[in-house]
């Protein structure tokens, strides 16, 4: 069971790296990460400040919408072009499939966050050691990488979630969706507190937990001042995609156990 | 063609979400910084996961403002990024002080335009960072030279004042209240203090105000001197000696501590150190 599912999870990874799409995406990305050096020469006094931000920023952008094409694309292309028959008559059951396909997807993109880390550690790094300004790495800036891939694992699952039940096309709209939502959780959830209406306050309240906290995951607000973030914050942020992204995984894997591919 | 309704809805409501209203100021010059900002709201919800980012590139946008000829209008629309900038980001301490200190449109004299929109941004800042002395100083300035509250200001610099890494300036100014209130020696002693203090800067500035207020504190002394003697005589003395000889003023004290020449003019005693007079609040 494990072999086959590191096995499609590879081969998922293999994939990717062939798509041309990965690739101008992975090119624009590096040159989005590149030009935050230059968006520093636009500045005074607040080097540090743009410098993290335009970076996370930036890292914040593609890697969402990196995870979005690529998770909302794999299953719906094989049901389309009737690859995953090859695999489902396999001694591969379906659940392996999709955990192994999500790997794969997870494996590409974290390989591409982990590039786009480096080189912003690297800018940060060099600034401070050629200029007289930036402070360099600090802990806040790894937090904020650490929560940019805690986001990418979650958003990544609940794609997979919508690509086993739908179109590539409707899959990435909805998960779009839930993303934007999963940022407005917190505003959701005080919202509902303030309404006086108690169906309106259980209705907020209720789709607060429903939806994904995605805003629980961003850290980057931090990194602008070097705030430090709790162990415990950390620690429960972790368990929260660990768990939801599980429970994602469980969801996708009963539809597609019970999805006619015909 | 059963979907062609969709980019007409796509775009009423861009429109409704990005601008409800419409802008602020005058927007067709050319080369002028516009205030093309989006609501509030908008920046913090549906931008909020790259909010930094977002909040960075308005932050570019103000500081390329700055670059760019100075008019009312772009003042203007500087405040405007400042208070935008600091709704989605209330700890970004450079929107306040630098859009505020850019905000003001000087015609000349004491007369100003936006005066009263970088008051409001200074206040915002301080509500936030109420220790500041950047901004205090800023506010104190603002209060003078666009509220016209010297005493407001003075108070200002008092409280600048009391912080242990205050500027000298700062104390200097401070003491014009002191001055205003014939408390002299508290004044003289204030300097000496700051002055005593390790790693202080604008040592020369501290020393000339001391200096100062050593002599205007002589000055007002004179002063009495002056008013007794136009009592005694019945006309107003028009030199030093006319003091001496009416028994009012010590014929040796000519001189200042600080070797100023002591003379009368127009009722007043003035020195040859000090140009004019200190005045207390009304010139800090």
Known sequence: ?262 | MRFRWIPGVAAVLTLVLVRAEPYPFETRHWGEIRPLLLREGLARSLAKPVRPLLIDLYWLRALNGMGEAETAERNQNLAQYGFFLTELDPRFFHAYYYLALVTPYSLGGDRYLNGELALALVRKGLAQFPTDIRLRTLHAFLLTYIEHDTRAAVMEFVEISKQPNAPAAAISAATALFVDEGRFDEAIEMISQAMGEESRGGLQLLSDRKKQLEIEKLLRTLDAAIERTRQKTGRMPQTLEAVVEAGEWPAELTHDPHGGELAVKDGRGYSSWLVGRMEGITRW
Do not use: W
């Open chain 1, 1 to 262: 069971m494990m072999n086959g599912v590191l096995t499609i999870a590879l081969n998922g990874f293999r994939e990717s790296r062939r798509n041309r799409v990965t690739s101008v995406l992975v090119v624009f990305a590096l040159i989005l990460v590149f030009s935050v050096t230059v968006s520093v020469e636009f500045t005074f006094s607040t080097f540090d400040r743009v410098m993290a931000d335009f970076g996370l920023g930036v890292i914040g952008l593609v890697t969402p919408a990196l995870a979005l094409f690529l998770s909302t694309g794999l299953i719906p292309r094989e049901i389309e072009r009737r690859t995953i028959f090859m695999v489902v008559a396999r001694p591969v059951s379906r659940s392996a499939f999709v955990i192994g396909r999500y790997l794969g997807n997870l494996f590409t993109v974290g390989f591409l966050l982990l590039v786009m880390a480096i080189l912003f550690l690297a800018q940060l790094a060099i600034m401070y050691a050629t200029t007289n300004f930036g402070t360099g790495i600090h802990a806040p800036h790894l937090v904020a990488l650490y929560g940019l891939a805690l986001e990418m694992v979650l958003l990544t699952a609940v794609a997979f979630t919508f690509a086993t039940l739908s179109s590539q096309f409707v899959a990435t709209l909805m998960a779009t969706c839930v993303y934007f939502i999963g940022h407005m959780a917190e505003d959701l959830f005080n919202l509902a507190q303030r309404t006086k209406v108690v169906p309106f306050k259980l209705l907020g309240t209720g789709l607060y937990y429903l939806f994904p906290n995605f805003d629980r995951l961003d850290f980057k607000d931090r990194a602008t001042y070097l705030d430090a973030t709790p162990m415990g914050e950390l620690a429960t942020a972790t368990a929260y995609t660990a768990a939801y992204t599980v429970i994602m995984l469980l969801i996708a894997t009963a539809i597609f156990e019970r999805r006619d591919f015909k």
